[in-house]
T-cell receptor, first 113, second 117 residues
Framework: DVKVTQSSRYLVKRTGEKVFLECVQD?????MFWYRQDPGLGLRLIYF???????EKGDIPEGYSVSREKKERFSLILESASTNQTSMYLC????????????FGDGTRLSIL | AQKITQTQPGMFVQEKEAVTLDCTYD???????LFWYKQPSSGEMIFLIY??????QNATEGRYSLNFQKARKSANLVISASQLGDSAMYFC??????????????FGQGTRLTINP
């Protein structure tokens, strides 16, 4: 079974802090994704990476950056956390291929105070 | 641009009844794919079923089936013989643009399904 592990289930940070969310997958997947989930809006793509050191902006990249130095690890960085970044963050990975599903981690519920 | 619409914010169903969760989509691409995911209260997203636009038959996976009506641009999820463990949030998603084989998913707003004993 594919295992996607997010470093924290719950995280509380303060406004202005630099926040790191970590995601690790154990299936050698090339593609990795970061989404945020808000009630009534579904999931929205922040950034994705199709290979090591490669990254592409998603629909809502403002205020975020990412890092992928190793194939198994994809980090989401909030450069200067703000209260409107309070949300559920979900990481996913997959193999290339149009009909291949994305496999998700358990999510990190982030609160910015 | 792709768009997914799920018009049912919440549904309540008696155990053992069949359930249909609605999903309509909009795209100008001739080739596309539709995914359904389940999200229990614990938070993880579980892949349920996939339908490609060129697939000749409706997808099925155990108690899950997809009622795919291409002309109406709908891809409804059908759950047969519902169980208490089916209570969860359900998301319909469409395959979006592809870069280097990595496809973006466009999600609907979700439907919260509650199964009553």
């Amino acid at each position: 079974d594919v295992k996607v592990t997010q470093s924290s289930r719950y995280l509380v940070k303060r406004t202005g802090e630099k926040v790191f969310l970590e995601c690790v997958q154990d299936m050698d997947h090339e593609n990795m994704f970061w989404y945020r989930q808000d009630p009534g809006l579904g999931l929205r793509l922040i950034y994705f990476s199709y290979d090591v050191k490669m990254k592409e902006k998603g629909d809502i990249p403002e205020g975020y950056s990412v890092s992928r130095e190793k194939k198994e690890r994809f980090s989401l960085i909030l450069e200067s956390a703000s209260t409107n970044q309070t949300s559920m963050y979900l990481c996913a990975s997959k193999v290339p291929g149009a009909n291949q599903p994305q496999h998700f981690g358990d999510g990190t519920r982030l609160s910015i105070l | 641009a792709q768009k997914i619409t799920q018009t049912q914010p919440g549904m309540f169903v008696q155990e053992k009844e069949a359930v249909t969760l609605d999903c309509t989509y909009d795209t100008s691409d001739p080739s596309y794919g539709l995914f359904w995911y389940k999200q229990p209260s614990s938070g993880e997203m579980i892949f349920l079923i996939y339908q490609g636009s060129y697939d000749q038959q409706n997808a099925t996976e155990g108690r899950y089936s997809l009622n795919f009506q291409k002309a109406r641009k709908s891809a409804n999820l059908v759950i047969s013989a519902s169980q208490l463990g089916d209570s969860a949030m359900y998301f319909c998603a469409m395959r979006g643009f592809i870069i280097q084989g990595a496809q973006k998913l466009v999600f609907g707003q979700g439907t919260r399904l509650t199964i009553n004993p």
